[in-house]
């Protein structure tokens, strides 16, 4: 078989996820309305602007002539490669998405998906977190992914329990003290 056809595994992977969070085992993608709609706009920016604009500036590259030292050229072909990739990893990730609503649990005192739960350490430090879905959450805005400790500790206590969050430094009993959903 001749070399071309073989392929060499110290190459980056196309379908490489770049270090993104893997589904938990259960392989449900809980996501918020909003964090669906934000994932959506993004492959459909991409389906419609972004990608046609790099194909047409490879496209004027690649007429340029020698390709080999062309940087508008290798660097249109990465930056697809990179959209594509992207592509494929929101289409996927929608796909298996199940929209859950965080409304529908407005004026509940239990943490479901989609709460913003203030709670307290054994030293009385309070923290206020977000509970949502892996693709939309984000740490420096205080949002955790369901799966993480904090989360699973959390889900289904009530304002006034003690719930255990085992963490790297031991167990921690912590106080939900606000539970609050969007209107």
Not at 125 to 144: C, H
């Amino acid at each position: 078989m001749s070399k071309a056809f073989t392929r060499d595994n110290s190459e980056t992977d196309d379908d490489d996820d770049g270090g993104v969070v893997p589904l938990p085992p259960s392989g449900k993608n809980y996501i918020t309305p909003e964090g669906y709609a934000r994932l959506r706009a993004e492959l459909l920016e991409l389906i419609d602007n972004e990608r046609p604009r790099i194909v047409e500036i490879v496209h004027w590259a690649a007429s340029n002539g020698d390709r080999s030292e062309n940087g508008d050229y290798l660097y249109g072909k990465k930056r697809l490669r990179e959209i594509d990739r992207r592509i494929r990893f929101l289409t996927k990730r929608l796909e298996i998405a199940e929209v859950a609503d965080p409304r529908l649990h407005h004026g509940s005192d239990q943490v479901f998906f989609g709460a913003t739960v203030t709670y307290a350490d054994a030293r009385g430090e309070e923290r206020t977190i977000t509970i949502l879905g892996i693709d939309e959450a984000d740490s420096l805005q205080g949002q955790v992914s369901w799966i993480s400790p904090i989360a699973r500790a959390l889900l289904k206590a009530r304002v006034g329990d003690e719930v255990r969050l085992v963490t790297p430094q031991g167990v921690q009993e912590i106080e939900v003290l606000d539970v609050r959903y969007p209107v």
